[in-house]
């Protein structure tokens, strides 16, 4: 997938992680780790509330993209969802919108959003 101007050079990271998730900076970067899962129906909610398109699906990711924003979500053997990475271009609030979406849908106590940068 070729990005146009908007989604490239510098960018915002935002991670949606299970409640609790215990968070490592490693060598490859953030790891997360949890015997919880993100539900597919939260997943498919904030891709949502995102504007964000299925582009691609391959074992063990699904890549999103839409507006200044891509998202990947890591699946695991069983196909369920451990974390969402988002990426946010340009001015784009990736984090609020994330928070406003966790708020409205009421699943707050299920994940979180992890932003490594300020």
Not at 83 to 110: F, K, M, Q, T
């Amino acid at each position: 997938m070729e990005l146009g101007p908007e989604m490239s050079g510098s960018y915002r990271s935002n991670f949606v992680i299970p409640k609790g998730a215990r968070r490592v900076l490693g060598d490859a970067g953030w790891e997360f780790s949890s015997l919880d899962r993100i539900p597919k129906d939260i997943v498919d909610v904030l891709m949502s509330e995102l504007a964000l398109v299925e582009k691609d699906a391959y074992l063990g990711m699904r890549a999103f993209s839409g507006e200044c924003a891509k998202a990947t979500v890591l699946l695991d053997e069983q196909g369920q969802a451990e974390n969402i990475y988002l990426r946010a271009y340009a001015n784009r609030d990736v984090r609020g919108e994330l928070l406003r979406a966790l708020s409205v849908h009421g699943v707050r106590e299920v994940v979180e959003v992890f932003s490594p940068s300020p």
